[in-house]
């Protein structure tokens, strides 16, 4: 079992920045972040492979986003910039053991319990 702990979220103003973290327990294939926003499904947000630290990025967020990680891969950072009111959400990390159809949530085993993130216009 992997725990994961996400700390980072806030309030934050139209075209500012937060950068949130994910700190795991254990070894996994990939980490990925998804959001939901009230009323809306789970959204795929970008993720970062274990081994050898290829990144993935929605296309809704390619660009604005970086996904990077510690050296040894036990934190995992996503760096959200130019921050529009639509990407209010809570923010949740979650891990894999296989890379295959890692942009679906239910490819992902253990998930932390996410973090807000509030963008004001």
Excluded: H
């Excluded at 949130?20 to 492979?49: D, T």
């Excluded at 510690?70 to 950072?77: S, Y």
């Excluded at 809570?90 to 239910?106: D, G, K, N, Q």
């Amino acid at each position: 079992q992997v725990q994961l702990v996400e700390s980072g979220g806030g309030l934050v103003q139209a075209g500012g920045s937060l950068r949130l973290s994910c700190a795991a327990s254990g070894r996994y294939a990939v980490m990925g972040w998804f959001r939901q926003a009230p009323g809306k499904e789970r959204e795929f947000v970008a993720a970062i492979a274990g081994s050898n630290g290829n990144t993935y990025y929605a296309d809704s967020v390619q660009g604005r986003v970086t996904i990077s990680s510690d050296g040894a891969k036990n934190t995992v950072f996503l760096q959200l910039n130019s921050l529009k009111p639509e990407d209010t959400a809570i923010y949740s990390c979650a891990v894999a053991f296989t890379l295959f159809r890692l942009r679906v949530p239910e490819t992902y085993s253990f998930w932390g319990r996410g973090t807000q993130v509030t963008v004001s216009s």
